[in-house]
C-alpha cells in the first residue's frame, strides 16, 4: 500500500488471485484500477486524492491497487507504459484511463460520466422499460419481446424489465414462456414475486385456462353464468387485467353468493396477493366487497 493512503472497505490491493473477481465486481461497481510503483512520486502525491473521491462514493467507486514492480504480469496485460497509470473498468470493459499525475479537478471530471451512469441505472431501466410497454401498447409486442430478452441475455438482473418481459407474456396468454423467463431469475426479488401468485391463479383455474379471454368475453355479454364469471375473474386478473377480473368475481359475489360455497370472496382474495402492497386498485374493491359481505 503506498505512503500515506488510508486504508477503507472501497480499497484493494490487486494480483494475479484476485484479478478475476475484481473484474466480475466491475459489472455492478466502476473500479479505478490504480497502477502505481513505491518509486513513483507522481503515485504518492496522488494517492490520497484517489482515495478521497472513492471514499465520498461510499461503496459506489472501487479503487484496486496495482504495485507494476510485483505485479509486471497485470502490468503487461494492462499495456501500462509509465506511471502512474489509471484505468477505468466499468461492466467488465475498459472504459477510460489516464496517464501521470493528475489534478482532484481532472479526476472528478474523468469519473463523472461513468459515475453518472452507476447512479442512474435504476432509472435508466425504468425509463427504457416505459419505452418498451409504449412500444407494445402501439402493437409492437414482437419487437418488444425481442428487445427485453436481448437486454436480459446482456445482464440477467435486470429485474424491471424482467417484470415487463414476464407482464407482456401472460397478456399473450403464453404461460409457458412467461413462466421460463421468471424462472430464469437466480434472486427472490420484490418486483417478480407478484407473478408468482398470479400462476396460482392459472393452477386454479385448470382446464378451463383452455378458453381464452376474448371468448370467455363474449359469453359473458350472452350469458354471465356463475362459470364463466369466475374463471374469467381469475384469468383476466392472471394476465393483468386487474380490475375486469376483480369485477367480475365481484359480480360473482353480489348474485351468485352461495357458488361453490362463496368461492368468489376466495377467489378476490387470492387478486389481491397478485397486486403491490398498498395498491389502490386492492384497497377499492376490499371496501366494496366487504359491502357485499357485511
Known amino acids: 500500500m503506498q505512503a500515506g ?11 494475479e488471485q484476485n484479478l478475476t473477481a475484481l ?42 491497487k496495482v504495485n507494476a514492480d510485483e505485479q509486471q504480469a497485470i502490468a503487461a496485460q494492462f499495456g501500462v507504459r509509465s506511471l502512474p497509470t489509471l484505468k477505468l473498468v466499468f461492466q467488465g470493459r475498459l472504459v477510460s484511463e489516464l496517464s501521470g499525475l493528475q489534478t482532484e479537478a481532472a479526476l472528478r471530471e474523468w469519473l463523472a460520466p461513468v459515475l453518472g451512469d452507476a447512479q442512474d441505472e435504476d432509472s435508466q431501466q425504468e425509463a427504457f422499460a ?16 425481442q428487445a427485453l430478452r436481448q437486454a436480459l441475455t446482456q445482464e440477467p438482473e435486470l429485474h424491471t424489465l424482467r ?36 400462476f396460482a391463479l ?29 374463471a374469467y375473474g381469475l384469468q383476466a386478473a392472471a394476465a393483468g387485467q386487474f380490475r375486469e377480473g376483480l369485477e367480475a368475481l365481484l359480480t360473482l359475489l353480489r348474485d351468485h ?24 386498485l386492492a384497497s377499492e374493491y376490499r371496501r366494496r366487497m366487504f359491502n357485499y359481505l357485511y
Not at 130 to 145: K, M, Q, S, T, Y
Open 257 to 280: 353468493p352461495g357458488y361453490r360455497d362463496g368461492i368468489a370472496r376466495a377467489g378476490l382474495l387470492k387478486i389481491f396477493e397478485c397486486l403491490p402492497k398498498g395498491d389502490p
Open 23 to 64: 473484474l466480475e465486481r466491475s459489472q455492478q461497481v466502476p473500479v479505478i484500477i490504480d497502477f502505481w510503483a513505491p518509486w513513483c512520486q507522481p503515485c504518492q502525491q496522488m494517492a490520497p486524492v484517489l482515495d478521497r473521491l472513492v471514499a465520498e462514493q461510499a461503496g459506489g467507486l472501487i479503487l484496486a
Open 163 to 198: 417484470a415487463v418481459l414476464v407482464e407482456y407474456l401472460l397478456g399473450e396468454g403464453r404461460r409457458s414462456d412467461a413462466e421460463s423467463a421468471l424462472a430464469e431469475a437466480a434472486e427472490d426479488v420484490e418486483v417478480l414475486r407478484p407473478f408468482r401468485a398470479r
Open 130 to 145: 416505459e419505452r418498451i410497454r409504449e412500444a407494445i401498447a402501439a402493437g409492437h409486442g414482437a419487437e418488444a419481446e
Open 5 to 15: 493512503q488510508q486504508s477503507n472497505t472501497y480499497t484493494l490491493d490487486v494480483n
Open 202 to 230: 392459472l393452477d386454479e383455474l385448470g382446464d378451463s385456462t383452455a378458453t381464452s379471454l376474448k371468448d370467455l368475453s363474449a359469453r359473458l355479454a350472452a350469458e354471465a353464468t356463475p362459470e364463466d364469471l369466475y
